[in-house]
């Protein structure tokens, strides 16, 4: 369908200015509340090696349904039933997700494979058929080819045993992450540069900051029902609920000083590509530290010993945060973010250090130096956020 001028009546009105995050929106995003609860325990009940690459995987595809339903919205009018309806397929595909994701390397897989491929061949097949005619129209046919190859894959490796499951499915994600860096290029249909993907910056940074908080609140969550849930509440209990809010309120802290509607990184490069960088990548990464952070969180209350499992997610959860800090930086300012790379130094050092020495370091001395490392973070981007060359 189009107006008179040609352009379809499924797209935001041109002229609009800033799109605020419509209600439609909010109500999705809240199914990733139990999304990031999914993960969260998922790693928890397999925390070895072969389960943090597996938890890895699976939220690199529930964290891409996201992201590929964030960019949509980035376009529809959110007024359009048509827009409402795909809305709550995508919802219902990625409910289905989260409740398979526990035992998607089991009995869960084919109920995983086959929701992730209702929303991402569905998504695209609806903004191709309905934007002919638009620019969008011919970028959605080829992000089509690419889902549709993931979904595939996706769904065969739902067939297969574990091991080969996670090797297929991680072909899958990376077909699908990948797209955007080769401008979803597809032999004899072309490809589709950055500058075709007009792009609302503030509606993109307010989904991201609201997603960003979800992971945080699902933090607060996991702590106060694990508190609940414990023999008795003692000092030490009280004492890491504190400090894991602390941790937790320096984190908000830290993100809103540098990616938060007021600062120079915000303000900064409003390029696709860029924007590509800022939110999918950037945010993927510090929404999986902020997950990693809880999960830390969890196991200082519930086996306060100096494990390996202890020690890499304490320390973890704070680096993938800094990660997605330094790419965010990089995306919008161009910012050196000496800060973050010294900070991130400190946290390897006193993980090689509690892997090295185990229970002779005690656990909560690690919690304590994450939790410096963060605030020190916070205070530090907050005093440098208004600076126009800040590099923290």
């Known amino acids: ?21 419509a209600p439609i929106e909010l109500f999705f995003d809240l199914v990733y509340v139990f999304a990031i609860v999914q993960v969260s325990h998922t790693l928890l009940a397999h925390l070895t090696a072969l389960g943090a690459l597996e938890t ?38 990625a409910f289905g997700m989260a409740l398979a994701l526990p035992s998607a390397f089991g ?54 045993p574990a091991g080969a499951r996670l090797v297929v499915w991680a072909v899958a994600v990376a077909i699908d992450i990948l797209g955007p860096r080769v401008e979803f ?16 910056a503030e509606h993109l940074a307010e989904r991201s ?34 400090l894991g809010f602390v941790g937790l309120f320096g984190l908000w802290w830290s993100y809103f000083a540098l990616a938060g509607d007021d600062t120079t990184a915000s303000h900064g490069d409003r390029s696709t590509a860029a924007l590509r960088g800022a939110f999918p990548y950037a945010h993927g990464l510090m929404v999986a530290g902020a997950i ?10 519930t086996h306060p010993e100096t494990e390996p499992g202890l020690v890499l997610t304490s320390i973890g959860g704070p680096l993938l945060y800094l990660a997605g800090n330094v790419l965010f930086l990089r995306s919008r300012s161009g910012a050196v973010a000496r800060a973050r ?31 410096g490392v963060v605030l020190a973070l916070a205070a530090v981007t907050e005093l440098s956020s208004s600076s126009p060359s800040t590099s923290a």
């Open 1 to 21: 369908m189009t107006t008179q001028e040609g352009r379809p009546q499924l797209l935001r009105p041109e002229g609009a200015g800033h799109a605020t995050v």
């Open 341 to 371: 790379y010294l900070a991130a130094g400190v946290l390897v050092l006193v993980g090689v250090l509690g892997l090295l020495v185990g229970h002779a370091l005690p656990a909560l001395v690690i919690g304590l130096v994450v939790l």
């Open 56 to 93: 890895a995987l699976l939220f690199a595809a529930v964290w891409w349904v996201w992201n590929y339903t964030t960019w949509a919205m980035n376009y529809l009018d959110p007024r359009r039933s048509a827009v409402r309806i795909l809305n709550a397929v995508l919802m219902l595909a």
């Open 185 to 200: 290029r597809v032999p004899g249909l072309g490809s589709t540069p950055m500058d075709t993907w007009p792009a609302d």
């Open 292 to 301: 990693l952070f809880a999960v830390s969180i969890e196991l200082h209350l």
């Open 107 to 160: 009995g869960g897989g084919l109920v995983f494979a086959g929701c992730y491929a209702v929303a991402q061949v569905g998504r695209p097949a609806f903004m191709w058929i309905t934007l002919r005619g638009h620019v969008l129209s011919r970028n959605y046919r080829n992000l089509l080819v690419y889902s549709a190859i993931a979904s595939a894959l996706f769904l065969a490796g739902a067939f297969l």
């Open 209 to 242: 900051r609201l997603v960003f908080i979800i992971a945080l609140g699902e933090s607060i969550l996991i702590m106060g029902l694990t508190i609940t849930e414990l023999p008795s509440i003692d000092a030490y209990a009280v004492l890491i609920a504190v």
